[in-house]
Nanobody, 123 residues
């Protein structure tokens, strides 16, 4: 069992930056590939980024490629999402999730989820 807690969300102006953190407790995070997803009001949860267990490989949604960076510190049991050049369309609740798969981009492939953190980007 893994418990995930996101933090770092908030209100930022367009063009600004935020760094989200996802802290894990329970089993060690190094046993899981990790992902970030987001869900805007009235929309389905969508994939943002994923990182393999070692952190050696990452994948991004086209909408965030070049602006967002996923990383992890297994020694701290923490995963991060650095978000730069934020746009109003990035406004959503952001969730981190853990999967036993090598890597995954579908929400259904993830086994554990955090409660989410709100990110609001004003124009």
């Amino acid at each position: 069992q893994v418990q995930l807690v996101e933090s770092g969300g908030g209100l930022v102006q367009a063009g600004g930056s935020l760094r989200l953190s996802c802290a894990a407790s329970g089993r060690t995070l190094s046993s899981y590939a990790m992902g970030w997803f987001r869900q805007a009001p009235g929309k389905e949860r969508e994939f943002v980024a994923t990182i393999t267990k070692s952190g050696g490989t990452t994948y991004y949604a086209d909408s965030v490629k070049g602006r967002f960076t996923i990383s992890r510190e297994n020694a701290r049991n923490t995963v991060y999402l650095q978000m730069n050049s934020l746009k109003p369309e990035d406004t959503a609740v952001y969730y981190c999730a853990a999967t036993r798969k090598i890597v995954a981009s579908r929400p259904g492939d993830y086994d554990y989820w955090g409660q989410g953190t709100q990110v609001t980007v004003s124009s």
